[in-house]
Nanobody
Framework: QVQLVESGGGLVEAGGSLRLSCAAS????????VGWFRQPPGKEREFVTT????????DYADSVKGRFTISRDNAKNTVYLQMNSLKPEDTAVYYC????????????????WGRGTQVTVSS
């Protein structure tokens, strides 16, 4: 069992930056895939980015490529999402998720989810 806790959300002006954190407890992230999803107001939850703990492979949604960066800290068992050049359309609740066996971009690829952290980008 893995427990995930997101932090770092907040209110930022367009063009600004935020760094989200996803801390895991209960089990180390070794051999897991960890992803970030987001759910804008009134919309479905969508894939943002993911990282394979072993090897460090990463993938990004087209909408965030070149602006967002996912990274991991083995010692802290934490995954980060650095978000730069934020836009109002990035406003959403951001969720961290992990998968023991799969590497993918769909919600059903992930087994464990955090409760989310709100990111609001003002224009």
């Amino acid at each position: 069992q893995v427990q995930l806790v997101e932090s770092g959300g907040g209110l930022v002006e367009a063009g600004g930056s935020l760094r989200l954190s996803c801390a895991a407890s209960g089990r180390a992230f070794s051999d897991y895939t960890v992803g970030w999803f987001r759910q804008p107001p009134g919309k479905e939850r969508e894939f943002v980015t993911t990282i394979r703990w072993t090897g460090g492979r990463t993938d990004y949604a087209d909408s965030v490529k070149g602006r967002f960066t996912i990274s991991r800290d083995n010692a802290k068992n934490t995954v980060y999402l650095q978000m730069n050049s934020l836009k109002p359309e990035d406003t959403a609740v951001y969720y961290c998720a992990s998968s023991r066996l799969r590497y993918g971009f769909a919600r059903y690829d992930y087994d464990y989810w955090g409760r989310g952290t709100q990111v609001t980008v003002s224009s």
